[in-house]
């Protein structure tokens, strides 16, 4: 028979590798596109160095905000946010201080 720790562990390890697929999945569609991109604007990108790229990065997801579902929207498709934004700073993790 099973604790509720147990169940409870069960459902958070669930959640961990549903939320660990998604940011492989979003990671894994916005580095084709920046490939994509890039190739179109000229730059030469070995398929070489791309074989040092994976889609398990996470430090730009943000695992302490608080994220809101529109029920609505789910199943909906959208295009892709613009990979260049205008007048934006680069993103830097907290950790480097430049």
Not at 36 to 44: A, S, V
Not at 81 to 98: D, E, I, N, T, V
Request: hydrophobic share 35%; with cysteine.
């Amino acid at each position: 028979m099973k604790s509720e720790r147990d169940e409870q562990l069960h459902h958070q390890v669930g959640c961990l590798n549903l939320i660990t697929n998604l940011v492989i999945v979003w990671n894994t569609v916005y580095i084709a596109e920046v490939i994509q991109q890039l190739r179109l604007e000229g730059q030469t990108i070995q398929d070489q160095d791309l074989m040092h790229i994976w889609p398990t990065r996470h430090a730009h997801i943000n695992v302490y905000g608080k994220y809101h579902f529109n029920p609505k929207d789910i199943g909906q498709k959208r295009a892709l946010r613009s990979l260049r934004m205008s007048g934006l700073q680069p993103w830097r993790p907290k950790f480097f201080r430049c």
